[in-house]
């Protein structure tokens, strides 16, 4: 079975940057759509950046321009770059693996990220 820990996170001031990392388990990121998914107190988990297996990627209207998806395939791992952090992208950022050629998908236990005034 796939695993996905996050870290990276903590409190920042507004205007910071952070990188968050997420370390996968299975040699999955040749297979896999990685993504970044993030929930507020209060909100519904949404989708914030996507890096699919063939390198193509996505990004929520509200972070476009500054959050930044990659992965690192030799290391396992998937990052995001969170820049101009602003206090309404406070949240519990999670990872997420979904490998459409086996029908699975995989979530992180999150990561807090927490954006001061």
């Known amino acids: 079975q796939v695993q996905l820990v996050e870290s990276g996170g903590g409190l920042v001031q507004a205007g910071g940057s952070l990188t968050l990392s997420c370390s996968t388990s299975?040699?999955?990121?040749?297979?896999?759509?990685m993504g970044w998914y993030r929930q507020a107190p209060g909100k519904q988990r949404e989708s914030v950046a996507n890096?699919?297996?063939?390198?193509?990627?996505n990004y929520q209207d509200h972070v476009r321009g500054r959050f930044t998806i990659s992965k690192d395939i030799r290391k396992n791992m998937v990052y995001l770059r969170l820049n101009e952090l602003k206090p309404e992208d406070t949240a519990v950022y999670y990872c997420?693996?979904?490998?459409?050629?086996?029908?699975?998908?995989?979530w992180g236990q999150g990561t807090q990220v927490t954006v001061s005034s």
């Open positions: 299975g040699r999955i990121l040749g297979l896999a759509n």
């Open positions: 890096l699919t297996y063939h390198g193509r990627t």
């Open positions: 997420h693996a979904d490998l459409p050629r086996l029908s699975a998908t995989y």
